[in-house]
Each structure stands twice: as structure tokens, then as C-alpha cells.
């Protein structure tokens, strides 16, 4: 037999039709009988970890400190960033919690007066 040469192909076993009925697999049916309403995800697990972390700050930080301290990406923070500023998104602004600021090379973040009311407000 020559070792180089390709193994016979087997045919796998099947399993009987009535094990195959009863294995568990994915769902298509929704959990919940709201589809419209979205599960808290990532992305507002960082918001509130984010606002949290600049209220506890006096002075604006770095964007790269935030992010070596909350151990996410920059490009995961900016995106988050971009809908707690003053920037238009889908074609409504956003509620101006944090301000970002240039600072040579340095991007810095702060909370806004409005962002360090909405936090006292949920402590």
C-alpha cells in the first residue's frame, strides 16, 4: 500500500431519522415576544463603564488611557464616543454627554456639564 496515495473514502454511518428529530439545535423563534425591543449588548455595557470612568476623572484624559484602563479598542471607543458627543448620527444629534477635544496629537475626553448631571442623577 502506498502511503502517499489517498485513504478509501468510508461513508458515514447515518443515524436513524427518530435521533435526528429529537437532537437539540438553533431556534428560529424569538425568546421574547418583542422583537423590536433590543437586548443590552456590548455596546451599552462600554457606555455606562465609559461614563463611569469620566465622572470619576476631574480633568480630561486621554482616549488612549481610556482605553488601556477599560481594555477595549480605540476604534470600539471612538464609534461609542461618537454617539454620547454632539455629532449628528442617522440624522439626529446626540445627547452631548462627553466632549472630545485635540490636544496636539492627543485626543482627550471629558464628561460635558449635561453628562456629569445624567451621572449624579444615576448613582
Same mark, same amino acid.
Given at each position: 500500500?502506498?502511503?502517499?496515495?489517498?485513504?478509501?473514502?468510508?461513508?458515514? =454511518?447515518?443515524?436513524? $431519522? +427518530?435521533?435526528? /428529530?429529537? @437532537? &437539540? #439545535? *438553533?431556534?428560529? =423563534?424569538?425568546?421574547? $415576544? +418583542?422583537?423590536? /425591543?433590543? @437586548? &443590552? #449588548? *456590548?455596546?451599552?455595557?462600554?457606555?455606562?463603564?465609559?461614563?463611569? /470612568?469620566? @465622572?470619576?476623572?476631574?480633568?480630561?484624559?486621554?482616549?488612549?488611557?481610556?482605553?488601556?484602563?477599560?481594555?477595549?479598542?480605540?476604534?470600539?471607543?471612538?464609534?461609542?464616543?461618537?454617539?454620547?458627543?454632539?455629532?449628528?448620527?442617522?440624522?439626529?444629534?446626540?445627547?452631548?454627554?462627553?466632549?472630545?477635544?485635540?490636544?496636539?496629537?492627543?485626543?482627550?475626553?471629558?464628561?460635558?456639564?449635561?453628562?456629569?448631571?445624567?451621572?449624579?442623577?444615576?448613582?
Amino acid at each position: 500500500m502506498n502511503p502517499l496515495a489517498p485513504a478509501p473514502e468510508s461513508q458515514p =454511518e447515518s443515524a436513524p $431519522e +427518530s435521533s435526528l /428529530e429529537s @437532537a &437539540p #439545535g *438553533p431556534t428560529l =423563534e424569538p425568546e421574547s $415576544e +418583542s422583537e423590536s /425591543e433590543p @437586548a &443590552p #449588548g *456590548p455596546a451599552a455595557d462600554l457606555t455606562s463603564v465609559l461614563l463611569a /470612568e469620566l @465622572a470619576a476623572q476631574e480633568a480630561p484624559v486621554s482616549a488612549a488611557r481610556v482605553c488601556k484602563r477599560l481594555g477595549v479598542r480605540m476604534s470600539s471607543l471612538l464609534r461609542c464616543l461618537a454617539y454620547l458627543g454632539d455629532d449628528v448620527v442617522g440624522g439626529a444629534p446626540g445627547p452631548g454627554l462627553v466632549c472630545v477635544r485635540q490636544s496636539g496629537e492627543r485626543t482627550m475626553l471629558s464628561l460635558s456639564e449635561k453628562g456629569r448631571a445624567a451621572c449624579k442623577t444615576t448613582r
